[in-house]
C-alpha cells in the first residue's frame, strides 16, 4: 500500500520599490530598396502590472531622418498585435544613416539610429521539416548559406 504527499508553500514579498514609468519603445527594421519605412510603436510595461495595460498608441508624432536630412513623419496605418503601426514612404539604399525619433504626451521621448547594411549574396538555403513529438507538430528548418566581406 501507497501515499502520496504533496506539500507546497509560497511565500508572498511585497514589492516596495519605485514603479518605473512606462517608456515609449520603437521597433523597426529597415531594408535597403524597400519603397517604405515601417516602425512598430508600443510603451513598455512595468513587470508587476498586467500585460492587459498595454494599449495602442495611435497619436505620436514620428520623425524619419536618412543621412542627417529630415524626409517627413510618419503617419499612423494601424494596429498589429497591441502594437501601432507606422509608415513613411521612402526608399533607403545601403550604406544609409536612418534616423526615428518618436514623441507622445504621456511618455518621455523615444529616438534610434542604425546604418542600412550592405546587400549580401546568399549561396544557398536548404530546409527541412521536422515531425514533433507524437506527429503532432511540424517545424520548418532554414538554413541559409551567405558570402560577405569580411573585413566590414
Do not use: W
Not at 9 to 30: A, P
Amino acid at each position: 500500500m501507497g501515499c502520496l504527499v504533496v506539500v507546497s508553500c509560497t511565500k508572498e514579498i511585497k514589492f516596495t520599490g519605485e514603479q518605473s514609468r512606462n517608456m515609449l519603445v520603437i521597433n523597426s527594421l529597415v531594408v535597403a530598396d524597400s519603397s517604405v519605412i515601417r516602425a512598430k510603436v508600443s510603451h513598455s510595461v512595468f513587470f508587476l502590472n498586467a500585460h492587459s495595460s498595454l494599449k495602442i498608441i495611435d497619436n505620436a508624432h514620428i520623425e524619419v531622418s536618412v543621412n542627417g536630412e529630415k524626409i517627413g513623419t510618419m503617419t499612423f496605418k494601424g494596429s498589429v498585435n497591441e502594437e501601432a503601426v507606422y509608415e513613411i514612404p521612402h526608399t533607403v539604399r545601403s550604406g544609409d544613416r536612418v534616423r526615428i525619433s518618436a514623441t507622445c504626451s504621456g511618455y518621455e521621448a523615444a529616438s534610434a539610429e542604425t546604418q542600412v547594411p550592405r546587400s549580401t549574396t546568399i549561396v544557398v538555403v536548404d530546409t527541412v521539416t521536422k515531425k514533433g513529438n507524437y506527429n503532432i507538430n511540424k517545424c520548418l528548418c532554414v538554413n541559409i548559406g551567405f558570402s560577405d566581406n569580411a573585413a566590414e
